[in-house]
């Protein structure tokens, strides 16, 4: 009876020590679970920061590169009126000196 309570007072030793060590092991998953969602939720947080902040950079450069484009297509139709103008003035320029031409050629 002696050995009996003996190895029952070692198995109930053993058992509480087991159970000691899941509840160790438990308050430091709990401690990691609650690490790891703080730890998520800043970085959840900075990326939405970051997000926002290229979303900005973004809007400006297309409101930059929609100004510029506007300059651009300014540029090429008063280049386009300049160069239509010039090539007109050289067919009149031209036309003058083919009747010039026409015109010597008749008293030659």
């Known amino acids: 009876l002696d050995t009996l309570q003996g190895d029952l007072n070692s198995r109930e030793g053993t ?9 160790s092991l438990q308050d430091e ?3 990691a679970i609650t690490k790891h969602e703080k730890e998520g939720s800043r970085m959840h947080e900075l990326f939405a920061s970051q997000k926002d902040e ?12 929609a100004a510029e484009v506007e300059t ?29 031409l026409n015109s010597r050629e008749g008293t030659i």
Not at 72 to 97: F, G, N, P, Q, W
């Open 15 to 23: 058992i509480d020590s087991l159970q000691s060590q899941i509840k």
């Open 54 to 65: 290229l979303n900005m950079e973004l809007s400006s450069t297309r409101e930059l590169h």
């Open 29 to 31: 998953h709990t401690v």
């Open 72 to 100: 651009i297509e300014a540029e090429l139709r008063s280049s386009k009126k300049a160069h239509l103008e010039e090539v007109e003035a050289l067919k009149d320029k031209l036309d003058t000196l083919q009747g010039d």
